[in-house]
């Protein structure tokens, strides 16, 4: 008899009305146990906004030192309102204390009166921080205690954004105060640099005009006393002329006036005897001349020419001489004249040379004093001149310590942003959330559901065989009489199951798929998945019902149990105690959880074929250990005919 034969007779027991019904019911157990489930808690944290949560603004409006008023309390419910994380009841403390305490609020959440005031201290040298009070009930739902954990993060957040935000309202604000007295400071300090370098300029023309000063004064100094020398001199050359004027000039003049009449009687006698030689010459010459002419033969002689041109060259020069003479003789009454006007002028010469003594003396008396104070200038000049290049020195650190100061506060103001309160609004929401969190996600499953549904799909497939071999036969003892093989005896105690099994899996994928919106990535690799799986654990639950018995039902039981532990559908495995840690890798249910993420979400093939190879390993392994024990049955002892537990 074929294993075929012998599965479909197993199925045919189950004829009449309710009979009939036994396998469709057995089909709808994954159903019941994987799509209920997950339609319950599809999609839980996208319904909270069902969630009745209340809401108590204890706050009173306040005002920080720089004047703004702030009103914390009412913008935060405000975000509350907007946000529709939960469905908020905006009520007083005793309607929120008695709604907690009878189940109608999931929790409460108080704003203090002091919530204003705290955050307003924020540009306060001494901030202080604000809170509020949130109160659960874990008598009510613990799940929903949970979910406050969230709403608690979202509402610290938004809390310190805005602390942080007026942190840096107040900090820019001060920084505004800071720059504009930067911004005064900057400019004092260039009308200082400014003013630095002019007097740096002027010390310096000074410094330099006092050397040439100095130097002028040296000069002046050393003037002064040669002046002084020289007037000296002229001093004693004045007196010296005096006193010859005095005592020798007019009897010079006198004498100087004779000799000039004098002069004039003996230039009129010479001038006279020169006129008579130049006659006489000239006639000489004339009677020479005549009497050659009268005697050529003589006028050829030499020695008649020698004597001709010697009286010649004697007339010449005795027209020369009376020419000088006579020259001399008009000039000499004119220098009796002279002589005479300076003999009568004697006396005027005298007192005007008397005279240069009182003016030279005067001169000699000033130019000495003028050295004398050259002297005390040039002294002078030169303590002027160190206290100039003194001035020029200071001048210059002063110059240069206000060229640094200067470049200080200019670099000071230009750290310091200049923005307006436009601005400062913008920087401060940046600074006030200054981390932004960019998450992204390689496979994302979505809602909670979708991510929950390879875990519920694992429950339902174990829930099915540990179930089916509660209705149906894992072996045919008819056939285990006969002559049938144990390979096929054990086959036919599986196949029932396991096209059960194949059709529950696909009646549940079905129905999570059209109803809930599961929506695998890999809809075909899904199904073939599922119905692997679930003909590999109806072999094990198959083989332990076979084995064991009703026992083997218990130990499917827990090994549903450790599965649900140790399979990593929860929770991560490595925050399991190490005993998990140890079975993960040994449950079937790990492989089906893991291939149904990649099927459904995404992720590595190599995991899929991995999980697909150890679910048919695991499949055909225990088929084998089935067909062994079942060649062990064939031997029928007291155990097997009254056995200890029965059902």
């Not at 599965?563 to 399991?576: E, I, K």
Request: aromatic share 6%; charged share 15%.
């Amino acid at each position: 008899m074929t294993a075929l034969r012998l599965a479909f007779l197993e199925l045919r027991r189950f004829r009449g009305p309710l009979r009939r019904l036994v396998p469709l019911v057995l089909c709808l157990v994954p159903l019941l146990y994987g799509a209920m489930y997950l339609w319950a808690n599809w999609d839980p944290y996208g319904k909270t906004d069902r969630i009745p949560v209340a809401v108590v603004n204890l706050d009173h409006p306040a005002t920080s030192s720089r004047g703004q008023v702030v009103d914390a309390g009412d913008e935060l419910v405000q975000q509350l309102k907007a946000s529709g994380t939960f469905a908020w009841r905006f009520v007083d403390r005793p309607t929120a204390a008695a709604g907690l305490r009878s189940g109608r609020y999931a929790f409460t959440i108080e704003i203090p009166t002091d919530f204003s005031t705290r955050l307003a201290s924020a540009g306060d040298s001494q901030p202080q921080p604000a809170g509020l009070r949130m109160e659960l009930d874990d008598a009510n739902n613990y799940i929903a205690g949970v979910m406050t954990e969230t709403v608690q993060s979202k509402l610290e957040a938004q809390i310190d954004a805005a602390t942080h935000q007026a942190y840096v309202r107040s900090l820019y604000g001060q920084l505004s105060e800071v720059r504009q007295k930067l911004t005064t400071a900057s400019t004092a300090a260039h009308q200082l640099a400014g003013a630095t370098t002019t007097a740096q300029q002027g010390s310096s023309a000074l410094a330099a005009a006092g050397s040439t000063t100095g130097t002028a004064a040296g000069q002046v100094a050393t003037g002064s006393q040669q002046i002084s020398q020289a007037i000296s001199q002229v001093d004693t050359a004045v007196t010296t002329l005096n006193s010859a004027a005095t005592g020798q000039l007019p009897t010079v003049a006198a004498s100087l006036a004779t000799a000039a009449q004098l002069a004039e009687q003996g230039t009129g006698a010479v001038h006279t005897g020169t006129s008579q030689i130049h006659r006489t010459t000239s006639q000489a010459v004339a009677d020479l001349q005549q009497f050659a002419t009268a005697n050529p033969q003589l006028a050829q002689d030499p020695g008649f020419q020698k004597v001709l041109d010697g009286i010649r060259q004697a007339d010449a020069t005795a027209g020369q001489v009376d020419g000088q003479a006579a020259a001399t003789a008009d000039a000499a009454p004119q220098a009796v004249t002279d002589a005479q006007q300076l003999q009568s002028q004697v006396a005027t010469l005298q007192q005007r040379i008397a005279a240069l003594n009182t003016p030279l003396r005067l001169v000699d008396s000033g130019s000495r004093s003028v050295a004398a104070g050259a002297a005390t200038l040039t002294t002078g000049l030169n303590s002027a001149q160190q206290a100039a290049d003194a001035a020029k020195s200071a001048a210059d650190q002063a110059n240069s310590g206000a060229t640094q100061l200067s470049q200080t506060v200019d670099a000071g103001l230009a750290d310091i942003p200049d923005l307006d309160d436009q601005q400062i609004s913008a920087a401060s929401q940046v600074l006030g959330t200054p981390v932004h969190i960019d998450r992204e996600n390689l496979h994302p499953a979505g809602v909670y559901g979708r991510g929950m549904a390879p875990f519920f799909f694992g429950i339902a497939l174990w829930v099915f065989g540990l179930f089916a071999y509660l209705l149906l036969r894992p072996t045919n003892r008819r056939a285990l009489a006969g002559p049938a093989r144990a390979r096929s005896i054990a086959l036919a105690g599986w196949l029932p199951a396991a096209a059960l099994g194949a059709v529950a899996a696909l009646v549940l994928y079905g129905v999570v798929d059209l109803a809930l919106g599961l929506h695998p990535l890999h809809p075909l690799a899904t199904i073939a998945l599922l119905v692997l799986a679930v003909g590999s654990f109806v072999t094990i639950d198959h083989f332990l019902r076979t084995t064991l018995g009703i026992a083997g039902d218990v130990l499917s039981l827990v090994l549903l149990i450790l599965q649900l532990t140790a399979s990593g559908g929860l929770y991560p495995v490595a925050t399991t105690p190490a005993f998990f840690q140890a079975l993960h890798p040994l449950l079937p249910m790990t492989y089906l959880i893991d291939g149904l993420r990649v099927t459904v979400s995404g992720g590595l093939t190599s995991h899929l074929v991995r999980d697909a190879a150890v679910l048919a390993a695991c499949g055909v392994a225990f088929l084998a250990l089935t067909t062994l024990v079942t060649r062990r049955r064939r031997l029928w002892t007291m155990a097997r005919l009254h056995p200890d537990i029965e059902l």
